[in-house]
């Protein structure tokens, strides 16, 4: 039988919980999850990419389902590259929605193959980003529950 493969595309820079929980609502739909680090040299992160994939591999580190590499290009080009054919994305606000939806539907017309699939953010990860945790970063705040259980506010440390 074919895997159920899906690709989780994103900066994830850093990788938070919110990220980390909807993988891990996602991974019971499917066989395998790719989580796709963005290689983009137009945007400028606060962390290397080595930097971004090693701590999302702290995460998963010992659950099989879970694969992270970095990726450039198109997104839908990359997930037919490794065979998957969904596309996962969180939702946390009508403003992500409407981004969203514009990304899904573009995807949907450069690959008709291919479905994006939502997991809506629980409650608790709603006012959780990349760039929250980037400026409680700077500023020496607390991360703790921010950030995954299994990274602490050292490990971004390059
Ligand atoms: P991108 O640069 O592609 O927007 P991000 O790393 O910011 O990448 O986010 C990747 C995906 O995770 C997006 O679909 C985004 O909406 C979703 N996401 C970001 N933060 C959260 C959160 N706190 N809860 C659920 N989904 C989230």
Redesign the pocket.
């Known amino acids: 039988m074919t895997k159920r493969k899906a690709i989780?595309?994103?900066?994830?820079?850093p990788f938070?919980?919110?990220?980390e929980?909807?993988v891990e609502r996602a991974l019971p739909l499917f066989d395998n999850i790719i989580i796709a680090v963005?290689d983009n040299i137009s945007k400028t992160t606060m962390l290397s990419l080595s930097k971004r994939i090693e701590l999302i591999k702290i995460v998963f580190k010992g659950d099989p389902k879970v694969e992270v590499v970095s990726y450039t290009g198109l997104t839908v080009d990359f997930a037919k590259m490794h065979n998957c054919k969904f596309i996962l994305?969180?939702?946390?606000t009508s403003a992500?929605f409407e981004?969203?939806r514009a990304i899904g539907q573009t995807n949907k017309l450069l690959n008709e193959e291919i479905e994006t699939v939502f997991?809506l953010?629980?409650p608790e990860?709603?006012?959780?980003?990349?760039s929250i945790i980037r400026d409680v970063y700077k500023n020496n705040g607390d991360l703790t529950h921010l950030l995954p259980n299994r990274i602490t506010k050292a490990d971004l440390e390059i």
């Open positions: 989780f595309p994103g900066s994830f820079d938070t919980a919110g990220h929980s909807v963005g994305r969180g939702l946390r992500d981004f969203e997991i953010a629980r990860h709603t006012f959780i980003s990349s």
